[in-house]
Nanobody, 124 residues
Framework: QVQLVESGGGLVQAGDSLRLSCAVS?????????MAWFRRAPGKERELVAH???????AYADSVKDRFTISRDNAKNTVYLQMDSLKPDDTAVYYC?????????????????WGQGTQVTVSS
């Protein structure tokens, strides 16, 4: 059974930092999967924030570029999202997701495994 468990969310002030973690279990060959962080803000659609492929290549949404950093530790089957210079607009539930590395598509439907999400709230 595949499980993705996010942690590290919380309530912070604008300008603060948070580090989210996603511990993955039951996923054979974790290092071959593309891992991603999505978020859903109140009243908005879920959006792709960042992803990291099997080779360590990364990409970010324009809204978080230069503030967020995604990384992975294949030995620990864990992916991280370092969030710096947080803004109130970053308030959302953050989800970790995994998709097979050979699938090029980055839409939500391409990601077969999802975590339950962790709340991040940034006050002004």
């Amino acid at each position: 059974q595949v499980q993705l468990v996010e942690s590290g969310g919380g309530l912070v002030q604008a300008g603060d930092s948070l580090r989210l973690s996603c511990a993955v279990s039951g996923l054979n060959f974790f290092n071959t999967y593309t891992m991603a962080w999505f978020r859903r803000a109140p009243g908005k659609e879920r959006e792709l924030v960042a992803h990291i492929n099997r080779n360590g290549g990364t990409a970010y949404a324009d809204s978080v570029k230069d503030r967020f950093t995604i990384s992975r530790d294949n030995a620990k089957n864990t992916v991280y999202l370092q969030m710096d210079s947080l803004k109130p607009d970053d308030t959302a539930v953050y989800y970790c997701a995994a998709k097979a590395g050979f699938i090029a598509e980055l839409s939500e439907r391409a990601f077969a495994a999802w975590g339950q999400g962790t709340q991040v709230t940034v006050s002004s």
